[in-house]
């Protein structure tokens, strides 16, 4: 079954602890403060420079957490489905205080704890720095491997399949379950029914990996990246990292998996018609035939987050020329269906309309049953609602623009005091502070939490430099960014500010990872 889920945040990554370098010269030292009135020599040096470069952003949280944005996530199940993936929004809500805090004086827009000015929303300079960055654009940063979630058993198709934990637990659950059941059938085997048994768990999730793996094919041949494959408690799940472009190629991809499962189905029931029935090989291809029927169903069920979901979704996407219509009509449909299930299944169970009736039957069976059912429902439920949150994570995704979120910066040089750096963005309104060499090169970006942690007497005491981390190449963002390209980025290299670059090289400003959460928030508090 199909699932969309993920988050598509920026993850945090180096963010430092705000600290106060350690300052060999003291007040007391050979270093003496400049009179009044009297420009000291980083002053002198680095006057031509102090220009803005562009209009400060608010906004400011804690650096955002959590999973890549947009995935899609293809979940399918012996009969139930596949759990769903936690849901989008940040684990951790976004903080008004501390080291990323952006309170402000409401007299005169200053931060109070950096010194730095804040003009929100204004335009009072919009003069840009004269500083550049390196020649050439800078490529795409690779992005890192991502944590695996089991053992990892092969990369067919360039996808890595992974078993998780969970797997374990379900195996061991179908092989007493059906261990039980062969002992009725074929008693002859004793002790090694379970071996039997053993062999049919691990091929049945062979034909859920097949299931997985159509999924897979039609997204990579409508040009989707998928993160990897999981076979998990409850079947796999296939995840799709971007949703499909039209409800035709929508439509493809969520029927491809049952349409792969009803194949195999009619496999081996054409292996199982030579075979005498009775023995070992006949009980595993009916068996296994039986099954994989089951899971076709199943998943075509019209229902979020159920393949059959998907394909709903398609219909009413199409019909309707809105992608989030289809979502809310399908979701809602699977929170029906998972009432149903809740309901019906033990009641179906208990009437007798699967075999005999359960008369008086109210012990461990009932239980079970009903324990099945709480189970399914739960995960259609919860795989429904998260359907949900990503629809309207998609919707909003679109702006979160770079350009409206970045800070505007002053450029200084390294030798700059941080009292003379501060001065300077607070005349022009500045929130950010770049370092530059003699030409205007940036070179790092003075952090936030690192000016935090320099006590105001100190200030005129320590360089812009000692508070900056170097730019890596992953931390120059383009400020034609935006949605979940904007966020691939900064997941790429996590850091807590990225300079921001114009087309030409030109220094836009520096973004803060804490605005890009605040924004990210508010977008998902409002109703689509």
């Known amino acids: 079954m199909d699932v969309s889920g993920g988050s598509g945040q920026p993850r945090s990554g180096n963010d430092e602890p705000a600290q106060s370098p350690a300052d060999p010269t003291t007040p007391d030292g050979p270093r003496t403060a400049p009179a009044p009135g009297q420009k000291t020599e980083d002053t002198a040096k680095t006057g031509d420079t102090a220009k803005a470069s562009r209009d400060d952003r608010p906004g400011s949280a804690p650096e955002p957490t959590g999973d890549p944005a947009g995935r899609d996530h293809a979940d399918d199940s012996p009969g139930t489905g596949g759990a769903p993936p936690p849901p989008p929004p940040p684990q951790h809500p976004p903080a008004g205080t501390g080291a990323h805090g952006t309170g402000t004086d409401p007299g005169t827009g200053a931060d109070p704890r950096t ?7 204004s335009d009072a300079h919009p003069d840009r720095a004269h500083a550049h960055s390196a020649p050439g654009a800078p490529r795409p940063p690779r992005r ?4 695996g979630g089991g053992i990892l058993m092969g990369r067919p198709f360039g996808v890595p399949v992974y078993v998780a934990p969970s797997w374990f637990l379900v195996a061991a659950l179908i092989t007493w379950v059906f261990g039980g059941q062969l002992d009725r059938v074929l008693p002859e085997l004793g002790a090694a029914r379970y071996l039997v048994s053993l062999f049919f768990a691990v091929a049945f ?8 793996l159509a999924h897979t094919l039609a997204a990579l041949r409508f040009k989707l990246p998928v993160r990897r494959i999981q076979l998990q408690f409850f079947g796999g799940v296939s995840e799709i990292e971007k949703e499909a472009e039209t409800p035709g190629r929508e439509f493809v991809l969520a029927f491809v998996g049952p349409l792969l499962s009803l194949v195999l189905g009619g496999v081996f029931y054409l292996a199982l018609q030579p075979v005498e029935r009775g023995t070992v090989p006949g009980v595993l291809l009916a068996a296994l035939m039986i099954s994989n029927l089951i899971v076709a169903v199943f998943n075509l069920l019209p229902g ?19 992608p989030m219509s289809g979502t809310v009509a399908a979701a ?40 099945l059912a709480a189970i399914i429902a739960a ?7 998260n359907s949900l949150r990503m629809a309207r994570l998609r919707e909003h995704l679109p702006e979160l623009r770079a350009r409206t979120l970045t800070r505007r910066a002053v450029p200084v040089e390294t030798n700059t005091s941080l009292a003379e750096a501060l001065r300077r963005a607070n005349a022009a309104g500045a929130r950010a502070l770049v370092v530059v060499d003699g030409h205007g090169e940036p070179l790092a970006i003075v952090r936030e939490s690192a000016i935090v ?22 931390m120059r963002v383009s400020a034609e960014l935006a949605g979940e390209e ?20 030109e220094i836009y400003g520096v973004l803060s990872a804490a605005d890009v959460e605040r924004a990210f928030v508010k977008a998902m508090a409002r109703p689509s």
Do not use: F
Not at 310 to 322: E, H, P, Q
Not at 336 to 361: C, F, K, Y
Not at 491 to 505: D, F, H, I, K, S
């Open 486 to 505: 904007l966020l691939d980025v900064l997941r790429a290299t996590p850091a807590t500010e990225y300079l921001v670059v114009e087309e030409t090289g």
């Open 304 to 322: 979020l987050p159920l393949d059959g979901g998907r394909m709903l979704r398609a219909v009413v996407w199409k019909i309707t020329g809105k």
């Open 379 to 385: 995960i259609i439920w919860t795989g429904a609602g």
């Open 205 to 212: 999730y062979g034909s859920v990996l097949v299931h997985e």
């Open 453 to 474: 942690g320099v006590p105001e007497h100190r200030r005129p005491w320590v360089s812009a430099g000692e508070l900056a981390q170097d730019l890596t190449e992953g």
């Open 144 to 147: 890192p491997r991502e944590p």
């Open 115 to 121: 010194g730095t000015g804040a003009a929100p929303g």
């Open 332 to 371: 809602w449909v699977g929170r029906a269906l998972a009432v149903t299930v809740l309901i019906g299944l033990p009641w179906v169970s208990q009437s007798g309309a699967l075999g005999d009736a359960a008369e008086g039957n109210v012990g461990v069976d009932t239980v079970t049953d009903a324990l």
